[in-house]
């Protein structure tokens, strides 16, 4: 027996508005498809909520705002490139359409895909034209729906578990785009480019029903006319690799090969997001929980049965509680997991065990396993442009240009090049310098390369204050502030956001900054250099101003009283918030050259050779063993 759906949403008690806006839309066509032939600058409000499904938000560029005067309209386009991929022809367009129709920049985003800002009313279909006729698309970057498709950008070609990850990145991308033929019928008068294309094994996953996935009769077999209460990001990866901050995503799936690199199948998390909102108690940052192993012949009927779960169960009258962790949160993991095996339409496999996850970004140049090279290019805030003597704009477009080379846009917004034949290294590396670009990402300052902000002012309509635009003059700040106390060489992982959205993902940093007022920001410690620890919010407004004298006591006592070698986070982790509390309240800043020196000792290279070995055999800092002894001295003399 067939099972059928749930009901329709618009059989149930109060509904957002938003869905309403869906359920009348006819499958995401109007109004957006009346609106795009007026000869105006903007869209109407629902008009704006569909055209997010179409990959773009409508925004106004709060620099230029004039009181009595109509807002300076422009449109924000977002690709959609499952795993990062960016083939070179896409890329050359998306590099021309930035002059021709943008602000001059591309900017890549935290979730792999690239974004144009700039881009008037009237050149939108142009440009989303454009990019779809270059092998590329931006239906579904945005919007109640699943999200670009995460995957490790590493290329490495002797790694079947990395290209299992790319493949089924793809696959489980196709399997979830929507199926309505607004997207084509509006921005390429009804012309399906070839590439858009799907495999028939795909095609056959998506119409696979008889657990009640699959909403029959309907254009969205998936989704249905009301698509999903929120957004739904998903991410492959592999065991050990957390490039892609696995813990934030609504389903991750990792890799699971045998010893001769034969896939098996996937390990299956689930529940993470950070999206939240400042004093709302009932909104908060959650990582993911770990539910099931899948078989690999099982995987899309399973992914079918989750996101099958949250379309029909998650929220759909707050859309702030409308994600797929609120749903996990106040079911519990074995609900979720009872619920999804009714969908799936049998019991769901252990979880199976996993080694550490560890952060990569893998920049530099490196071998791929085929004799081949890549590159990965830092690319602060992930801002694509020309400043200056700083030409990373045209040096990117150069290097396509003569190489004609794929990219990886990497989760932390950074780029790959790869495929590069070994004897164009040195040409690309004039190119580059040239152009100066770095290549050795050992001379990058650490505390910029570990670094995320999102764009926020002045084009997201969510900022409440800076964040790209602010973090290069704070992160100097810190730095001077670490050298000053003696850190010269300590660097941990800092993200910035304008708002609580969480774009940047801050709420996994060991230093998050959250934008809380203007000029001010929330602070979270305590998260991992891994990303695989949720952070804490530990004051809830901090003026910019004062970051260094907020900041110092912290650092003192991380510096004093830290393990050898303990990263920040895991430091502010261990000792907890009251004790870094405790120490900030009574500390007092030395201010003199005398204050200083009044503290310092000389001891014999023999003695410092032993107090080192003591140090790393206890874990502990060779402060901590000299207050230890010589307070156990002390106490012994009295």
């Known amino acids: 027996m067939v099972k059928s759906a749930p009901a329709p949403i618009a059989n149930r008690d109060k509904p957002s508005k938003v869905?309403?806006?869906?359920?009348?839309?006819?499958?995401?066509?109007?109004?957006?498809?009346?609106?795009?032939?007026?000869?105006?600058?903007?869209?109407?409000?629902?008009?704006?909520?569909?055209?997010?499904?179409?990959?773009?938000?409508?925004?106004?560029?709060?620099?230029?705002?004039v009181k009595g005067q109509e807002k300076d309209y422009q449109f924000m386009l977002r690709t959609r490139n499952p795993g990062g991929f960016i083939p070179p022809q896409l890329y050359l367009a998306l590099d021309k359409l930035s002059d021709e129709h943008g602000n001059h920049t591309l900017r890549v985003t935290t979730r792999q895909g690239f974004q144009l800002h700039g881009i008037l009313k009237?050149?939108?279909?142009?440009?989303?034209?454009?990019?779809?006729?270059?092998?590329?698309?931006?239906?579904?970057?945005?919007?109640?729906?699943?999200?670009?498709?995460?995957?490790?950008?590493?290329?490495?070609?002797?790694?079947?578990?990395?290209?299992?990850?790319w493949e089924y990145a793809n696959n489980i991308a196709d399997l979830l785009t929507p199926q309505t033929g607004a997207y084509y019928e509006i921005w390429l008068d009804g012309e399906k480019i070839i590439s858009g294309e799907e495999s028939p094994e795909i095609k056959a996953a998506r119409e696979r029903n008889g657990t009640g996935t699959v909403i029959h009769n309907s254009e969205e077999p998936i989704y249905g006319t009301h698509y999903m209460p929120r957004k739904f990001k998903v991410s492959l990866t592999v065991p050990g690799d957390n490039s892609i901050d696995l813990y934030s995503q609504d389903l991750t799936l990792v890799v699971?090969?045998?010893?001769?690199?034969?896939?098996?199948?996937?390990?299956?998390?689930?529940?993470?997001?950070?999206?939240?909102?400042?004093?709302?108690?009932?909104?908060?940052?959650?990582?993911?929980?770990?539910?099931?192993?899948?078989?690999?012949?099982?995987?899309?009927?399973?992914?079918?049965?989750?996101?099958?779960?949250?379309?029909?169960?998650?929220?759909?009258?707050?859309?702030?509680?409308?994600?797929?962790k609120y749903l996990i949160h106040e079911w519990g993991v074995d609900k979720f997991r009872t619920q999804v095996e009714d969908y799936f339409g049998k019991s769901v496999a252990p979880f199976q065990p996993l080694p550490e996850f560890k952060y990569y970004d893998f920049l530099g140049w490196n071998e791929q396993g085929d004799g081949k090279l890549f590159l990965g290019i830092s690319v602060e805030n992930g801002r694509v442009k020309d400043q200056g003597s700083f030409q990373l704009k045209t040096a990117l477009r150069k290097v396509v240009e003569e190489f004609n080379l794929p990219m990886r846009l990497t989760p932390h917004h950074n780029?790959?090049?790869?495929?590069?034949?070994?004897?164009?290294?040195?040409?690309?590396?004039?190119?580059?310098?040239?152009?100066?670009?770095?290549?050795?990402?050992?001379?990058?300052?650490?505390?910029v390369r570990y670094a995320m902000a999102c764009p926020a002012m002045p084009t997201c309509g969510l900022a409440i204050t800076e964040s790209e635009r602010a973090i290069p003059g704070i992160l100097a700040r810190i730095r001077t502030l670490l050298d000053k106390i003696g850190l010269q060489d300590e660097?941990?992982?800092?993200?910035?956001t304008g708002c609580p959205n969480g774009c940047a993902r801050p709420y996994m940093a060991e230093l998050g900054f959250v934008g809380s007022a203007p000029e001010s920001y929330q602070v979270w410690l305590g998260g991992s250099p891994d990303q695989t620890r949720l952070a804490q919010a530990y004051t809830e407004k901090l003026h910019h101003n004062d970051i260094e004298s907020f900041l110092e006591p912290i650092f003192v006592y991380f510096k004093n009283f830290r393990k050898y070698e303990e990263s920040f986070g895991d430091f502010c982790d261990r000792l907890g918030f009251d004790a870094l509390r405790e120490f900030a309240a009574t500390y007092q800043p030395e201010t003199t050259a005398a204050s200083k020196s009044r503290h310092r000792v000389s001891i014999r290279d023999e003695v410092y050779a032993q107090l080192k070995q003591a140090a790393n055999q206890q874990n502990k800092p060779m402060t901590e063993l000299v207050n230890e002894a010589l307070e156990s001295y002390f106490q012994n003399l009295s």
Not at 124 to 129: G, P, T, V
Not at 144 to 164: E, S
Not at 300 to 313: E, G, H, M, P
Not at 416 to 441: H, M
Request: with cysteine; glycine share 6%.
């Open 415 to 447: 780029i790959i090049f790869y495929d590069i034949q070994p004897e164009n290294k040195s040409a690309i590396q004039e190119i580059l310098q040239r152009c100066g670009i770095v290549d050795d990402p050992n001379s990058i300052e650490p505390l």
């Open 491 to 496: 660097h941990f992982v800092i993200r910035m």
């Open 19 to 65: 869905e309403g806006i869906k359920e009348k839309s006819n499958f995401l066509r109007e109004p957006v498809a009346t609106q795009i032939l007026e000869d105006t600058t903007h869209f109407t409000e629902e008009a704006v909520q569909l055209l997010k499904f179409h990959g773009s938000y409508q925004q106004d560029n709060r620099d230029n705002r």
């Open 122 to 165: 009237k050149n939108l279909k142009a440009a989303i034209a454009t990019i779809v006729k270059n092998m590329g698309s931006t239906l579904g970057a945005c919007g109640d729906l699943n999200r670009n498709v995460m995957a490790p950008p590493a290329p490495f070609k002797n790694r079947p578990d990395y290209q299992y990850a």
């Open 256 to 324: 699971m090969t045998n010893k001769q690199g034969e896939l098996q199948g996937f390990n299956v998390f689930a529940g993470g997001g950070f999206g939240r909102t400042h004093n709302k108690e009932e909104t908060f940052a959650r990582v993911a929980d770990e539910i099931c192993y899948v078989n690999k012949d099982d995987v899309y009927d399973l992914v079918k049965a989750i996101v099958a779960t949250q379309r029909d169960y998650g929220d759909r009258t707050d859309r702030r509680h409308a994600r797929l």
